[in-house]
Antibody, heavy 117, light 111 residues
Framework: QLQLQESGPGLVKPSETLSLTCSVS??????????WGWIRQPPGQGLGWIGS???????YYNPSLKSRVTMSVDTSKNQFSLKLNSVTAADTAVYYC?????????WGQGILVTVSS | QPVLTQSSSASASLGSSVNLTCTLS???????IAWHQQQPGKAPRYLMKLEGSGSYNKGSGVPDRFSGSSSGADRYLTISNLQSEDEAEYHCETWDGYTPVFGGGTKVTVL
């Protein structure tokens, strides 16, 4: 059974960099036709796409976040990662990693990241 | 880029049926969408992929009482024989190229 698990700090200071990792188990990150994504959900709000990455490192980012986002993949560890720099309180949210073909069909449990000093 | 519109809330009695609507923006009426269920405090769970033709494919383990249908730009999720565990937020999703788009979500209350 495929499992995705987000990990990283739950508290980040304003202006610093948010760093999260998604560990994939029960399946290979190289599996075609799948690729991988990050989605976030601010408290009491809807879902927002951050970006997607293929196993070969090709990335697609939300234009509204593109200047602050970097995603990477480590196929040897079956993991992919998210970095969001220059964070503010508006970046406080639950961050989800998920598998994607044409739609997100498998989600991690999510991790709450709070931006506060 | 498509925009998805959902009602903010819906309610129905235990054992009855509820229909949720996700409406695609003008020029995107043929797009395929997905429905996701998000129970309180939990991650979203993929329910089904729903085409403009009304054909749908459900995710693993999704109960038979969840079904989908389409009419024009509207995509529907019908939950029959409503159970207490169906009280959740339901999100629709579509995409344009490699860009996913989500609706605002509909909160379903079971009375």
């Amino acid at each position: 059974q495929l499992q995705l698990q987000e990990s990283g700090p739950g508290l980040v200071k304003p202006s610093e960099t948010l760093s999260l990792t998604c560990s994939v188990s029960g399946g290979s990150i190289n599996s075609s036709p799948y690729y991988w994504g990050w989605i976030r959900q601010p408290p009491g709000q809807g879902l927002g796409w951050i970006g997607s990455i293929f196993h070969n490192g090709v990335t697609y980012y939300n234009p509204s976040l593109k200047s602050r986002v970097t995603m990477s993949v480590d196929t040897s560890k079956n993991q992919f990662s998210l970095k969001l720099n220059s964070v503010t309180a508006a970046d406080t949210a639950v961050y989800y990693c998920a598998r994607r073909s044409s739609i997100f069909d498998f989600w991690g449990q999510g991790i709450l990241v709070t931006v506060s000093s | 880029q498509p925009v998805l519109t959902q009602s903010s809330s819906a309610s129905a009695s235990l054992g009855s049926s509820v229909n949720l609507t996700c409406t695609l923006s003008s020029g995107h009426s043929r797009y395929t969408i997905a429905w996701h269920q998000q129970q309180p405090g939990k991650a979203p769970r993929y329910l089904m992929k729903l085409e403009g033709s009304g054909s749908y494919n459900k995710g693993s383990g999704v109960p038979d009482r969840f079904s989908g249908s389409s009419s024009g730009a509207d995509r529907y999720l019908t939950i029959s024989n409503l159970q207490s565990e169906d009280e959740a937020e339901y999100h629709c999703e579509t995409w344009d190229g490699y860009t996913p788009v989500f609706g605002g979500g509909t909160k379903v209350t079971v009375l």
